[in-house]
């Protein structure tokens, strides 16, 4: 599982024992020392999870997680609270502001990178290195392969050669099948960049991936939705079936 933890830690101990076990787990973990230095990092990249500090100098991480919240961009970016206060009623308070988890101080490494895994299972199947199988697709995210059901057949099936952003792609559109993602989400969450990479450049991987699906028929799965974005779609599949 390799996805980017932004930690929000103004105590740099913490911070550096933190980060150090995170890239133990394999996860890439990024740092910043005050809400507002995360708000200007998530600016330039959306992170896949958010460790905040409750305690934090100046602007609290009750109230950058407000600011997580507000933006469609960042409403659904997971977060787990990190404080040293244990009461009932400000762990109340950590979960209405939306918070996915709550770790108290002094934590456990292992117990914070079980619950960080935990989290990134339920919120971001992409991410996991789970087989996925959806419209008669089957895409292994170890091996990285993807084959394609013939005739409704699982056992005849046809290998699907793909391209390293086309992989990624089609990983997050099986993930997450029937929803509609902008442009603008897929450069977050397939990218990792929405500001330097151009809208464009997501119509051409959608297009290299029909066409590297065609082979198997599959490519009519990849909807386009005027003025919306990109689906991928299991039902109509089914119905035409
Ligand atoms: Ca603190």
Excluded at 13 to 28: D, E, F, K, T
Excluded at 120 to 125: A, N, T, V, W
Excluded at 143 to 164: F, M, N, Q
Excluded at 170 to 191: G, I, K, P
Aim: aromatic share 4%; hydrophobic share 45%.
């Amino acid at each position: 599982m390799s996805a980017t933890v932004l930690v929000v830690e103004d105590e740099l101990a913490i911070q550096a024992l933190i980060s150090y076990n995170l890239r133990n787990a394999g996860l890439v973990a990024l740092c910043a020392n005050s809400a507002e230095q995360a708000v200007s990092m998530v600016n330039n990249v959306l992170p896949d999870l958010v460790l905040l500090d409750w305690g934090l100098p100046n602007m609290s991480g009750i109230e950058f997680a407000r600011i997580l919240r507000r933006e469609t961009r960042t409403k659904s970016v997971p977060i787990i609270m990190l404080t040293a206060r244990d009461e009932e009623n400000d762990k109340i308070f950590g979960l209405e502001v939306g918070a996915d988890d709550y770790i108290t101080k002094p934590f456990s490494p292992r117990e914070l990178i079980a619950r960080i895994k935990a989290v990134l299972r339920r919120r971001l199947p992409e991410i996991s290195e789970e087989i996925i199988v959806a419209g008669g697709l089957k895409l292994d995210p170890i091996t990285h392969r993807v084959s394609a059901y013939v005739d409704g057949s699982l056992s005849k099936s046809i290998e699907v050669i793909l391209g390293p952003t086309e992989f990624r792609l089609l990983h997050f559109l099986m993930a997450h099948t029937e929803r509609v993602h902008s442009r603008t989400q897929l450069l977050d969450r397939v990218w990792g960049d929405h500001v330097f990479v151009e809208d464009r450049t997501v119509d051409v991987h959608i297009r290299r991936l029909r066409k590297a699906l065609e082979v198997s028929g599959k490519d009519s799965l990849v909807q386009t939705v005027r003025g919306a974005g990109y689906r991928l779609s299991v039902e109509s599949m089914e119905n035409a079936e």
